[in-house]
């Protein structure tokens, strides 16, 4: 059965602090895999795009490894600030079907 | 513009309304997606538009009709919905309906049924 399962559920940081947020998948076939950043009540913003490929991307704070071998992919923050507190999810495109994981929720505090 | 607007944002109707709700965008993609998510859970699909064609329809209760009237439109419309369908409700897009496209989301649309 396609999953994408996400650790932890939510994580709490101090302001200026980094924090990795991990992601496991077990689909095949796999076409890519994504990051999104949801606020509460919002729609989802693409962070990252990953193919097979590619190990790393950044995107300014944001970075993502993936590990296609072991079927691992990380989202690191650096330096948080007030402004990442929302859920982040992570996708892996099927082959025309996206499976979502259920997110983790970050609370970033002053 | 890379954006997917919708309209309304919040929307309260009865059980016995009528509504619709309104996507729009002009990147030119030719695949649009409806949504529906609960609270604390990722959003599950709907439906897809790809060309302007219904090509997903994810069992979806007939009292949810989509139509796509254009390349850069797609609505939703809303008839005899039941509590339980209260959720918020994205719309997307992206280049095709293929895997590997980029998909851009709207801000979504907050429906309560009561």
């Known amino acids: 059965k396609n999953q994408v399962e996400q650790s932890p559920q939510s994580l709490i940081i101090l302001e200026g602090k980094n924090c990795t947020l991990q992601c496991n998948y077990t689909v095949s076939p796999f076409s890519n895999l994504r990051w999104y950043k949801q606020d509460t009540g919002r729609g989802p913003v693409s962070l990252t795009i990953?193919?097979?490929s590619e190990n790393t991307k950044s995107n300014g704070r944001y970075t993502a490894t993936l590990d296609a071998d072991t079927k691992q992919s990380s989202l690191h923050i650096t330096a948080s600030q007030l402004s990442d507190s929302a859920s982040y999810i992570c996708?892996?495109?099927?082959?025309?079907?996206?499976?979502w994981g259920a997110g983790t929720k970050l609370i970033i505090k002053p | 513009d890379t954006e997917v607007t919708q309209t309304p944002k919040h929307l309260v109707m009865g059980m016995t309304n009528k509504k619709s709700l309104k996507c729009e965008q002009h990147m030119g993609h030719r695949a649009m997606y409806w949504y529906k998510q609960k609270a604390k859970k990722p959003p599950e699909l709907m439906f897809v538009?790809?060309?302007?064609?219904?090509?997903i329809n994810e069992s979806v209760p007939s009292r949810f009709s989509p139509e796509c009237p254009n390349s850069s439109l797609l609505n939703l419309h809303l008839h005899a919905l039941q509590p339980e369908d209260s959720a918020l409700y994205l719309c997307?897009?992206?280049?095709?309906?293929?895997?590997?496209?980029?998909?851009?989301f709207g801000q979504g649309t907050r429906l309560t049924v009561v």
């Open positions: 538009y790809s060309y302007e064609k219904l090509s």
């Open positions: 990953m193919t097979f």
């Open positions: 996708v892996v495109d099927s082959n025309y079907q996206l499976i």
């Open positions: 997307a897009s992206s280049h095709t309906g293929t895997g590997g496209t980029e998909a851009f």
